[in-house]
């Protein structure tokens, strides 16, 4: 008798270390169990609120009565203050994200996006591609956290538009369980996702020992960039900078086995 089996799930045996939490880190962890891995959320970055939070209130309301014709979102972290916020983005007002991730996280909790950055995912191409859409004037609400650097405002204030540049928040670091440390030692958890850069960071500070075995991979070049600056040795960078593309990337890898399955 010839049955033929189903074909493996592309991530089945697979445990990945989803680094962010909130309605992203869940839909990644859905992606994974339909590819037949094991998500283990560990939210390893947050942020904290803004140290100019009427600023911050005073532009979402702004945002929300119609004031801008553009709102630029350059994190997903910045969708999760917008979502925090209950921040109502009103249908005369254009979107941009920065890249899929980002895009990603907007459409997760219901918001809409206009336009994504076809080639470069960053302030610059993201700025570029909104000039080359508007050649009026506009008024734009540039959210950002408190490290990055104003290249989108600066550029897009350059070509004659009107930006209102507003710190939304701080990003702070979020402590591993036991648990997970422990997992990440032994080699059991078998791939870490570097989602941006803050996120290596983390990974790099909170996780002493990572096996060699243990595959880090990265979402995009830039990412990949920020990631072996903190010192983390990436063994994959996603083709497309979306999550999909990550996850094929580390199915392309054959499973690595756990330190501890070969212990008597």
Same mark, same amino acid.
């Given at each position: ?78 969708? &999760? ?5 209950? *921040?109502? !983005? /009103?249908?005369? #007002?254009?979107? %941009? =994200?920065? +890249?899929?991730? $980002? @895009? ?96 290596? &960071? ?5 996780? *002493?020992? !990572? /096996?060699?075995? #243990?595959?880090? %991979? =990265?979402? +995009?070049?830039? $990412? @990949? ?29 054959p499973l690595p086995q756990p330190a ?5």
């Amino acid at each position: 008798m010839n049955h033929t089996s189903p074909q493996p799930k592309p991530l089945t045996g697979w445990r990945l270390l989803v680094p962010r939490g909130g309605p992203w880190g869940d839909g990644v962890a859905a992606t994974i169990r339909r590819s037949g891995g094991t998500p283990v959320i560990a939210p390893l970055i947050n942020f904290a609120p803004s140290t100019d939070q009427a600023t911050l209130e005073q532009s979402l309301a702004d945002l929300a009565n119609g004031a801008f014709d553009w709102l630029t979102v350059t994190s997903a972290t910045t969708v &999760d203050v917008l979502y925090a916020y209950h *921040a109502k !983005i /009103p249908a005369s #007002t254009k979107v %941009a =994200a920065v +890249g899929e991730t $980002t @895009a990603a996280a907007l459409t997760a909790v219901g918001y809409k996006v206009d336009l994504v950055p076809e080639r470069d995912n960053s302030a610059a191409g993201m700025a570029e591609q909104m000039i080359a859409a508007e050649p009026q004037p506009r008024q734009v609400l540039t959210l950002r956290s408190e490290i990055a650097k104003p290249v989108l405002t600066r550029m897009l204030v350059e070509a004659g538009h009107h930006v209102r540049s507003v710190v939304a928040y701080r990003t702070v670091g979020v402590p591993a369980s036991d648990k997970v440390i422990e997992d990440v030692r032994t080699g059991r958890i078998n791939a870490i996702l570097v989602t941006s850069g803050s996120v290596a &960071d983390q990974v790099r500070e909170q996780f *002493a020992v !990572i /096996p060699e075995t #243990t595959i880090i %991979a =990265a979402i +995009g070049p830039r $990412t @990949a960039k920020d990631a072996k600056r903190a010192g983390l040795l990436v063994d994959v960078i996603a083709e497309m900078q979306s999550v999909d593309s990550l996850l094929a990337a580390v199915s392309r890898f054959p499973l690595p086995q756990p330190a501890d399955e070969y212990a008597p």
